[in-house]
């Protein structure tokens, strides 16, 4: 049954029986606690600092064919009594759902019980002192790159979080779990000559704190980064090869995999609509969702319905094998349940080095931000700002902003070429760097 917090597990099981005994055909309960600390430092002092530890319950209720969703934080009985009869009574106002239901038991079976390494017990060791000598190191880091003295403010940040929570529903599935997750950032602000104060970030998410890079590469990037922009410029608009950097990569991954949701789906709001068992992009894209991945950012044993995980392939050598279906939007698509969301979305890395690749590319351009924009899930059509280097005979030249990457995202992802083999580890989308052959680029 995995991790038990005693406290949650009880009020959850509690609630249950209130929501039964008030007339449910059926309910879930969901205990929640967690702890939030943020400590963010800002041009030699702190900033801010918060500390946040909250308790939930949220809870589903199935009454005469009707649907109802409420949560509360107060978690004392005699406050639980009145949140579920009051909850009870405004479930029965509403109109009837005969796609609303508990996921069929036979999901919950199979469960994972391999040692997923989501839990860092050392995390809550930390003190404010150790956390804000963090923050010191990636200011001082940051600041001690040659050309600092363009530099106009550095802001840095240490965050941690420990969440457990403990589901049951009244049709048999009962599982807890806990997890926790520690993050370093910097963000730097520099002068360019015109007066532009151009910035950019590096950053670190982990599962436990052993795992996060030195503060000192994670500020120095930051800086290395924000002075890279000094003199960014467009540069004329065509048709051209495309390399979009590991970490940024996840912004393209994100608007690809939204319209796989039964959501869009059902409501025809999906480019993928009859594209099942179809190419949907090149044979060099693998997309695959990985929940048990140890020391995932998103690995869990079971999904926000409790159904159990195991590895799905979306996208199998550019075609497209499996949608992300919750129960409810499975029942009105009348197909079978999956899951509603992603976990940790894996892309195939390829063989070669980003250098290497760049060299292969010989001229277009390196992306290693995108700035706004937007993707129609329904058409497929997005146009997304960008930023990054002009890249003339496979080197790095002048850096260029202000400019566009467009198109539809089946042509778009049908010109995927290569794959670096740098899989950005700090993120649930652990994508590689991705070349793309012929992209649309507006410049001047």
């Known amino acids: 049954m995995g991790f038990e917090n005693t406290e949650l597990m009880q009020a959850a099981k509690a609630v249950l029986l209130l929501a039964t005994k008030h007339g449910c055909e059926g309910a879930s309960a969901n205990a929640t606690k967690e702890r939030e600390v943020n400590t963010q430092w800002r041009d030699g002092k702190v900033e801010k600092v918060s500390d946040a530890i909250s308790k939930s319950i949220s809870l589903g209720l199935y009454v005469d064919g009707k649907y109802g969703a409420m949560s509360t934080s107060d978690l004392r009985p005699a406050a639980l009594e009145k949140f579920v009869a009051d909850s009870v009574s405004l479930v029965r106002a509403l109109a009837r759902d005969p796609h609303r239901k508990l996921p069929d038991p036979a999901l919950y079976a199979n469960r994972s019980e391999v040692d997923l390494e989501i839990f860092d017990p050392e995390i809550a060791n930390m003190t404010p002192d150790m956390r804000i000598a963090r923050t010191k190191a ?19 940040s240490v ?102 949701s039964g959501g869009a789906l059902q409501q025809k709001e999906s480019f993928f609509e009859g594209q099942l068992g179809k190419q949907v992009a090149s044979k060099q894209l693998s997309l695959v969702d990985e929940p048990l991945l140890k020391r995932g950012l998103a690995s869990r044993p079971f999904d926000g319905e409790g159904m159990s995980t195991k590895q799905r392939v979306l996208i199998e ?62 058409t497929g059509v997005f146009s997304l700002g960008l930023s990054g280097y002009h890249i003339v005979n496979g080197e790095k030249k002048e850096p260029i902003s202000e400019m566009n990457l467009s198109g539809k995202h089946i042509d778009f992802w049908s010109k995927l070429v290569g794959a670096a083999d740098d899989p950005y580890r700090y993120s649930p989308l652990r994508s590689p760097s991705l070349m793309f052959d012929g992209a649309s680029i507006a410049g001047k």
């Open 138 to 156: 990636l200011e001082e880091a940051a600041r001690s790159v040659p050309g600092s003295d363009k530099i106009v403010s550095v802001t840095t």
């Open 159 to 260: 965050g941690d979080s420990t969440y457990e929570s403990f589901r049951v529903t009244t049709n048999g599935f009962e599982g807890g779990q806990r997890f926790t997750a520690i993050w370093t950032e910097a963000e730097t602000a520099v002068k360019d000559a015109d007066g532009r104060r151009p910035e950019d970030w590096s950053s670190a998410a982990v599962r436990f704190a052993k795992d996060l890079p030195p503060d000192a590469e994670t500020g120095k990037d930051a800086t290395t980064r924000a002075l890279a922009k000094l003199g960014a410029k467009k540069i004329g608009s065509g048709t051209m090869p495309i390399i979009v950097e590991a970490r940024a990569a996840g912004t393209l991954l994100r608007h690809l995999i939204g319209p796989m």
């Open 317 to 378: 050598k550019g075609i497209l094998k499996s949608f992300l279906l919750d129960v409810y939007y499975a029942s009105k698509l009348g197909v079978a349940a999956t899951t509603g969301r992603t976990s940790n979305l894996v892309v195939a890395p390829g063989t070669k080095s980003l250098a290497a690749l760049t060299k292969d590319m010989k001229n277009g351009i390196l992306v290693t931000s995108f700035l706004g924009g937007n993707s129609n899930s329904t």
